[in-house]
């Protein structure tokens, strides 16, 4: 299997790397610059400039965009257009690091966990814009998209325990009460569901077990 894993630099992105890359699968990273991962080939490509034509040949497209300043934020709905433009009417599927921000709180889907009481004011731009760019991907019935959001505490140096729980749409929490996964045990959840290909054209989450 033939992955593409886009802003592979991140931290994120070269844990993914390094997950697809046990696994076996033949990774490629999509870089702006020098190739900081462990991946043997290496795309050199600003993510607003990738074209149908970078990505030809994948079975497998993973985002690892992310953007935190508030001037910046915009590009979580620019980045996916390019990316699903890039994809359009192809049989490679779009895995893309979401938010759990746009995770909702209750059984009727009419609110999301950033509407809800008590969520960080400070997390509230980037929520925004994940829920906004979630919206438009759900528009997408050209492309071959998965949203994966992960737990609310997104751990970047939480250890890996190789187990987690797989969700839907709702905030989950675990036994202890939890909502929590680390960036390693993410990776894991994004490198099965490459493999696997269960959710096309839907959001799931992950969460620490």
Same mark, same amino acid.
């Given at each position: ?41 290496t ?11 970078d ?30 433009d890039? $994809?359009? =009417?192809s #049989?490679?599927? +779009?895995?893309i690091? %979401?938010?759990?921000?746009?995770? @909702? ?12 009481e ?21 528009k ?10 992960p737990?609310?505490?997104?751990q ?9 729980? $797989?969700? =839907?749409? #709702?905030?989950? +929490?675990?036994a202890? %009460?939890?909502s929590?996964?680390? @960036? ?22 992950v969460?620490?077990?």
């Amino acid at each position: 299997m033939k992955v593409a894993v886009v802003c592979a630099n991140g931290k994120a992105g070269r844990l993914i790397v390094d997950e697809a890359l046990k696994r076996g699968l033949d990774v490629t990273a999509v870089v702006r610059g020098e190739n900081k991962t462990n991946a043997p080939h290496t795309i050199k490509r600003d993510i607003l400039d990738i074209t149908a034509e970078d990505l030809k040949g994948f079975d497998v497209v993973i985002d690892a965009f992310g953007a935190w300043e508030p001037s910046t934020l915009h590009l979580y709905s620019d980045t996916q257009k390019v990316l699903c433009d890039a $994809l359009s =009417g192809s #049989e490679t599927r +779009l895995l893309i690091i %979401g938010g759990a921000g746009s995770l @909702y709180v209750n059984k009727e889907h009419t609110k999301q966990y950033f509407q809800a009481e008590g969520f960080p004011e400070s997390y509230m731009p980037v929520a925004t814009a994940a829920a906004k760019a979630l919206g438009e991907l759900r528009k997408r019935d050209d492309v071959k998209w998965t949203y994966v959001s992960p737990a609310s505490d997104f751990q970047a140096e939480g250890e890996r325990t190789g187990k987690y729980i $797989l969700a =839907g749409e #709702e905030l989950t +929490l675990n036994a202890k %009460g939890e909502s929590v996964i680390s @960036y390693a045990d993410y990776a894991i959840a994004m490198i099965d569901e490459a493999v696997s290909g269960k959710h096309i054209r839907q959001r799931i989450s992950v969460v620490k077990e």
